[in-house]
């Protein structure tokens, strides 16, 4: 990688997985930060163990939360890209140099690493209630911004500067991946997907719960429409 690059690692209670998650990243030397989200387990002091500096937050604010704190921690250091990578051991770091070769070459603002890119059959694809759901954000999407993101809930994204201007001081908190999607189509970023392959979660818990699948659907999809409500009120970058 020729920029400036940061790996911003959000964790909740992830101890079981997050030492394996640092331990795929560090090859490539780059720059990690693990933004604890207010874990109860020993998430912290593992990944202080590693030698990787930890961003302490008093309370759980949910991934959303978690991400702004990194990429205003991102902009404030001067990062030419920034990249989540989730503590749970879903994402697969052999994608990493990837994600960020789209934003050095200039081919958009946001790189996002989808299971359902075309003819990509690789790896852990999701439940099948959870496709269905990412089926639907898709189409919703595309609907009020004509982007084809085929893997909106998608957490293994990189961000160029503009990105992490726009995301440090404006990011939804809650269920933030689809929602930020059309966030950035609104204030002009470009967004394109690579194909990736990615693993079943490694340990712990989603947060995410069967029983509140309805729920989570209905608040993204209001909180799509809203979005797009709000196109007029730009942030300036």
């Not at 995301?167 to 967004?191: K, M, R, T, W």
Request: glycine content about 8%; overall charge positive.
């Amino acid at each position: 990688m020729r920029s400036k690059v940061l790996i911003i690692m959000p964790a909740y209670n992830e101890s079981e997985s997050i030492v394996g998650a640092i331990s795929a990243v560090q090859p490539l030397n780059v720059d990690i930060i693990v933004v604890n989200d207010g874990s109860t387990d020993t998430t912290s002091e593992d990944a202080r163990r590693c030698g990787i500096p930890v961003l302490e937050l008093p309370v759980n604010l949910g991934v959303g939360g978690a991400m702004q704190t990194g990429y205003r921690y991102a902009r404030t250091r001067g990062y030419d890209i920034a990249i989540q990578f989730d503590a749970d051991g879903q994402h697969n770091a052999d994608y990493l140099r990837e994600l960020a070769a789209v934003l050095e070459e200039g081919k958009a603002d946001i790189a996002i690493g989808s299971r359902y890119a075309e003819g990509n059959q690789r790896g852990f694809r999701s439940t099948i209630m959870r496709r269905i759901g990412i089926r639907f954000f898709a189409w919703l999407i595309r609907m009020f911004t004509r982007e084809r993101i085929t893997d909106p809930t998608s957490g293994f994204r990189a961000a160029n500067r503009k990105a992490i201007s726009l995301f440090a001081q404006s990011y939804p908190h809650d269920y933030p991946e689809p929602e930020s999607l059309v966030l950035a189509h609104n204030h002009g970023l470009c967004i394109h997907e690579v194909p990736v392959e990615m693993f079943g979660r490694q340990g712990g818990s989603s947060t995410i719960k069967l029983l509140d699948t309805v729920l989570y659907m209905v608040k993204v999809t209001t909180a799509i429409i809203l979005e797009t409500m709000r196109r007029k009120n730009r942030i300036r970058l």
